[in-house]
């Protein structure tokens, strides 16, 4: 079975109609999800407590979409980093 990580995270944005945080110490790791369904419930939840804070985004993130096995390991990978 294939793993299909997901990472739900977000917070104030500088403004709503870019995607720029107010502060990046303060984003909120929602947390890692193993498939899109579940991460999208964790989304769904945090968006619609935060909906009156026109400022709070939330996001998902498809971890497994960074990551391509057959491509050549980039430097930092070279390193161990």
């Known amino acids: 079975m294939v793993q299909r990580l997901h990472l ?3 917070g104030e944005l500088v403004d ?3 995607k720029v945080f ?3 110490d303060d984003i909120h790791i929602v947390g890692m999800f193993p498939d899109y369904q579940s991460a999208y419930d ?3 939840s945090e968006a619609q407590r935060t ?3 026109a400022h709070m985004r939330y996001f998902i993130a498809h971890l497994h979409r ?3 096995e057959e491509a ?3 430097p930092t990978e070279e ?3």
């Open 8 to 10: 739900v995270f977000g």
């Open 16 to 18: 709503p109609t870019k």
């Open 22 to 24: 107010k502060n990046v």
């Open 42 to 44: 964790a989304w769904k």
């Open 51 to 53: 909906v009156d804070n």
């Open 66 to 68: 960074l990551r391509d």
């Open 72 to 74: 050549e390991a980039g």
């Open 79 to 81: 390193l161990g980093t």
